[in-house]
Structures are given as C-alpha cells and as structure tokens.
C-alpha cells in the first residue's frame, strides 16, 4: 500500500506499506523512482540506516535524489526493525525496536519478529521485483550507515554474487569486538559467539567472504570511532585477505547526516559505474 507520494528531481519519492511474512508485522519503507524512459530498466540500490532510525530519516536528510536521478538507479529505504505494541522492546537506544542489526534473531522473546536479515536479503528484494516492473533486480547494490553499514557489509559479503555494488557510511565493521555488537548480538544470538560470525564483516573475511570491490567513508571526528566502529579493523581484514577495497577518511566530518549527505552522491555514482557497466 503506498502511503505517501511527492514528485523530486523528475520522479517520484513514494513510501508504502505491507505486512511481513519475515518479521510477522507491518513494515514501512520508501522507493525513489528516478525519471526514465517508458520500458527501461533501472538497477536498484539499498540503504540501511542505523540505530533510532526509520526508512525517514535518509529520505528527508540523505540527499540521495539528485544523484539518484542523474545516474537512473532505484533507491530503497527500509526500516531498521519490526515495530508495534506486540513487538518486544528494551529500555535504551541501540537493543529492540530501531535497532534490529539486520539479523535473524534466535532467542527470545526477540526470534519471531527479528528477522531483519530474512527481510533484507528476501522479502524486501521481492517486494520491489513483483511491485516496480522498472527494477533491474540482476542489478543490485547495498550500502548503509553505522549499524546499516554493518548491515550491508554483512549482507553484501554473505551475497557477493547478488550485489555488484557494496559501500558503507561509518560502519561497525566488527560486531563482535564493540559494546554496541556484544549488546546486540548477545540478546539477538545467544552466548555462543561462534554464531555471531555470520555478522561481523571483518569474521566474514577472514572466513573467506570475498567482494570484488567495497568503498568506506569515515569521519575523523566521529565520536564513536574509537569504542564503536574501529575501522582499523576492517583495513586489517582486508589487507590480510588482500581485497580489494578503498577506505576513506573525511577529516572533521561527525557521524551524522551532515556527513552522510556530503558525500551520499559520490557513493552512488560509485554505484552506478558497478551497476551500470
């Protein structure tokens, strides 16, 4: 059900609606159909966002249209969780809703709803191929912000052959070496840390998970650089495994939308050499 409509940049920004057969709720997430030509066929990028927020948030702050228009690619924006009354919650920002780290939850009360991996990597790519006869879907790219960079990491690495395109705005490049991740996984997974390799880019790679390509940003003046999203682990892993990726700093830049949106167009027109060649 589509809820919202407004014209930009010659296309359309829509959000819609539906119930999720992955997470057992109503879900909410929001498209841009970038103006083309009757018949043709558009490759499909998705962004991840991070905790606290919704499919908003980069909608109204991400500044992803006009470049989204100039390169013709599809741009896509899920929520971060399941949510509602029935949906099980913690106190804090970074446990429950709005922050669902894009896995498939085995405990509970968290393992019938979580399922944000399931509804990434399936539901979602579904939804778009059966409801936007313009999406390309053997064109596909991911890319996200801190928990949704670690979210299109993960997911990009799991499915190399899927996404042609995978990039990320100040990661949490390892999960399983952060406060955020040993929250987050512990209660999402269970103690066996073994299963949270699945989830943690940097565990991934070392496991043999191979992209042919990755492009990071980071912000020096990123508060949670240290504690947090340790991108020096994430070079590591790559150097160790010799993959080919490009890990940029951007001096001065915070970890908020004010750094994703100044460098969100050179992202996609990243994406769009992949996608488009």
């Known amino acids: 059900e589509q809820t919202s409509s407004w014209r930009s940049h010659g296309g359309t ?21 970038p103006p083309h030509a009757p018949g043709a066929q558009l490759p499909v990028l998705f962004y991840l966002s991070g905790l606290t927020c919704t499919h908003a948030n980069v909608m109204e702050k991400g500044e992803y249209r006009a470049a ?13 969780s399941p949510r509602g009354d029935g949906v099980p919650d913690a106190e804090g920002y970074d446990f429950g809703q709005g922050a669902g780290f894009y ?19 399936d539901e979602l790519p579904a939804l778009i191929a059966a409801n936007f006869p313009m999406a ?21 690495l799991r499915n190399p ?18 406060p955020w991740g040993e929250k987050a996984l512990t209660g999402y997974l269970g103690e066996d840390r073994l299963a949270w390799r699945d989830y943690d880019a940097c565990a991934l790679i070392e496991d043999g998970a191979r992209l042919d390509d990755l492009l990071v940003h980071q912000g020096t003046a990123d508060n949670f650089l240290a504690d947090q ?24 830049y915070d970890h908020s939308y004010f750094f994703i949106s100044t460098f969100m167009a050179e992202h996609i027109g990243w994406h769009a050499g992949k996608l488009n060649a």
């Open 136 to 156: 390309d879907m053997a064109r596909q790219g991911i890319t996200g912000h801190s928990m949704g960079g670690h979210g299109a990491l993960t997911i990009g």
């Open 229 to 252: 999203l340790k991108t020096h682990l994430l070079e590591e892993a790559v150097a160790k495994a010799g993959m080919r990726a490009t890990i940029r700093t951007a001096e001065g």
């Open 13 to 33: 920004q829509g959000v819609y609606s539906h119930a999720s057969e992955a997470t057992c709720t109503a879900m909410t997430f929001a498209v841009f159909v």
């Open 103 to 121: 896995v498939n939850a085995t405990q509970e009360p968290w393992a019938t709803h979580y399922r944000m991996r399931a509804y990434v990597e």
């Open 68 to 80: 989204c228009a100039e390169h013709g690619i599809i741009f896509v924006c899920p929520d971060t």
């Open 161 to 178: 052959a899927r996404f042609r395109s995978v990039s990320a705005f100040a990661p949490i490049v390892s999960p399983l070496a952060c």
